[in-house]
């Protein structure tokens, strides 16, 4: 036994301060969850558990990052979803805008709203934005070019042969040439200029590899403009001739007074247009026997009458007859002065054996005219000439044979010439009236011829023409059309989008510089049905643009969402493998803590065995 040192307690102590540290260890290890706590608990395990926490913090932001982008995408979706709006709209203007069922001012309206459409497209593609980025403003870098170049062809000239239209006559009008006027006959060269637009827009774009920046690829660019220019010219030489034509019936007519009978006598003037509105009708024939039968009407009784026509019509006798009294009365109509005068007689026939003291009255409406247009030359005397006249002619009316006359208005006709009492109930009515009056005393079985009225000669106060007008066109078509081609190389801006952990990683997201101008959808300035036309093809395809760049937008939407899905199951994985590599197992730990707690109680134990032997060597040397 030694008493200078105690082995046997040392090596417990040295025992003892391992179980210590092991026992702590899986403390630290239990306490903190991780099974690498510095390097010196796994030096190449920590190597590779940083270099996959790096991968997992930059795979955790490039989700963030994809779900900005996937922001943008849908952003620039939306702004172009309202954009496809309006030019469908404009599309649905030009549509209705070729329709030749609309006027200038129904086009100048949809005009105004397709400026205002447009101006909201340049607004909508400035201002489109994304965290204050443009979208639609993206500037391109050019790397060769522009090459261009202008082709312009020019068909030779089309020129018709000289055709004449059809030859058309016209009557000249009421107001066109007087009796004393001589037309002169008229040449009129006229040049007719008229020109028409149609043209045409197509663009592609191709790909090129971009040796010094293979994630941005450049573009060969090729617009193709092509306008046609046709042009009209119409030399027109117009001439105007007269032809003087004759006044007789073909031009100016009287009714055939068989046409007359039973119509309350109506007289008319015509020409080939029409009525010229120069008429009269003998609206009532009274006649008056012995003071009695005052109210006879001889139109509206039931008298007995009879009317008898000539083989040619130009002679009509009605036969009034009053058998009360033997009394009969011709009125007879007929046309004198070659057709151009009505003279109107009355006779009288007594067949009964006693004399009668007979009047006779005839009243005419001077229709369509008033009293300062029919002027009275010895008004209230018993001849009474008068003139209808208008602008086209002047009609003489005079009567022969008669006791009395009178020219004053229709309602008060009747009042004036009351000597039988015949009347008729005219209040209303305002135009010129005339009246003539026979007196006669007739003998038993004896034939008066009372008197007449003639009505003409008729005097046209203007002179019927024949116009011809002849046009002759000499018409020259020019057609020129210039096509414009350019082509350049450039390189669009991209928006990137840091899509991994690792440097260039990116999904680049390319931007167009858009607006109504660099899209070739301008507004016609002036809008017509073939213009509408035009732009209606080029709208088409401005349409189809917009559509491939929102598809373009849609597929970058779908491809970083598959992005998004492909970091977060990375980063997941390698969670995973770095747990494996840093992370403690618990239960595994557990157990050494517990095995070093049992041993260091135990070496606890013993090292106190120990020092209790030294002291029994104490004992012996007492």
């Known amino acids: 036994m030694v008493i200078t040192h105690n082995i046997s307690a040392e090596n417990i102590s040295r025992n003892l301060s391992f179980a210590d540290s092991a026992k702590a260890k899986a403390a630290e290890r239990l306490n903190t969850g991780y099974r690498v706590n510095r390097a010196a608990d796994d030096s190449a395990g920590l190597t590779v558990s940083e270099g996959m926490r790096a991968q997992i913090r930059g795979l955790n932001q490039a989700s963030t990052n994809i779900h900005d982008g996937i922001s943008l995408t849908n952003t620039a979706d939306g702004a172009i979803q309202e954009i496809h709006a309006i030019l469908q709209r404009e599309r649905e203007l030009m549509v209705q805008a070729a329709n030749d069922t609309y006027c ?3 086009r100048q309206a949809m005009q105004d709203e397709l ?18 980025i443009k979208i639609f403003q993206g500037k391109e870098t050019l790397i060769d070019g522009p090459n261009v170049d202008v082709e312009t062809t020019t068909k030779p000239d089309i020129e018709k042969k000289r ?27 006229v040049t007719i200029v008229e020109k028409s637009y149609s043209s045409s827009y197509s663009e592609t774009e191709k790909p090129l590899p971009n040796e ?27 001439s105007t001739t007269y032809e003087k034509m004759d006044a007789n019936p073909q031009y100016t007519s009287l009714q055939d007074p068989g046409n007359m009978v ?17 008429s009269c009708a003998m609206s009532q024939l009274g006649i008056s026997i012995d003071g009695e039968y005052s109210q006879v009407d001889l139109y509206n009784s039931s008298i007995p009458k009879s009317t008898v026509v000539s083989d040619d019509g130009s002679v009509a006798t009605t036969t009034f007859s009053i058998a009360k009294y033997g009394i009969e009365l011709d009125q007879i109509i007929e046309l004198t002065d070659g057709g151009k005068s009505y003279t109107i007689s009355y006779a009288l026939r007594n067949t009964d054996s006693n004399e009668h003291d007979i009047k006779v009255r005839l009243a005419f409406d001077v229709m369509n005219l008033d009293r300062e247009h029919a ?31 009178c020219f004053t208005q229709i309602n008060d006709l009747y009042g004036v010439l009351d000597k039988s009492n015949v009347k008729m109930d005219k209040t209303g009515i ?24 003639k009505y003409g000669p008729i005097e046209l106060k203007k002179v019927p023409y024949e116009m011809k007008v002849e046009s002759k066109d000499n018409i020259i078509i020019s057609e020129e059309t210039t096509k414009t081609t350019t082509e350049k190389v450039y390189k669009p801006k991209y928006l990137d989008i840091q899509a991994g952990a690792n440097a260039f990683q990116l999904v680049p997201i390319r931007t167009w510089n858009l607006s109504a101008e660099n899209l070739k959808c301008r507004v016609p300035t002036e809008l017509s049905a073939y213009n509408a036309q035009d732009s209606l093809v080029h709208l088409d395809r401005v349409i189809d643009k917009i559509t491939s760049i929102r598809v373009y937008y849609g597929a970058m939407t779908n491809r970083m969402e598959h992005a998004y899905l492909n970091a977060d199951n990375t980063a997941e994985n390698l969670t995973s493998s770095e747990s494996r590599i840093r992370d403690a197992d618990l239960a595994d730990e557990m157990v050494v803590y517990s095995k070093n707690a049992i041993v260091q109680q135990a070496g606890q134990s013993m090292l106190a065995q120990a020092n209790r032997n030294a002291q029994g060597i104490v004992a012996l040397l007492q």
Request: aromatic fraction near 6%.
């Open 104 to 106: 200038d001012d129904d």
């Open 115 to 132: 400026i205002a459409l447009n101006s909201e497209l340049d607004r909508m593609f400035e201002q489109a934005e994304f965290n204050t």
């Open 163 to 189: 055709e004449s239209s059809k030859t058309t006559v016209i009557w000249i009008s009421k107001e066109d040439i007087e009796q004393n006027g001589e037309p002169q006959d008229e040449i009129d060269n």
């Open 212 to 238: 010094e920046d293979p994630l941005h690829p450049l573009y060969q660019h090729t617009d193709v403009y092509e306008c046609t220019t046709v042009t009209t010219t119409t030399e027109r030489e117009n």
């Open 262 to 278: 039973g119509k309350n006598g109506y007289i008319n003037v015509k020409n080939v247009e029409g009525d010229l509105a120069l």
């Open 375 to 405: 002027a009275s030359t010895q008004d209230g005397k018993a001849a009474m000439p008068y003139e209808l006249e208008n602008e086209d002619a002047v009609i003489p009316v005079s009567a022969q044979g008669v006791t009395d006359a």
């Open 430 to 453: 305002t135009h010129t009236g005339a009246g003539f009056w026979w007196e006669a005393s007739a003998n038993a079985g004896s034939a008066i011829n009372l008197g007449s009225v």
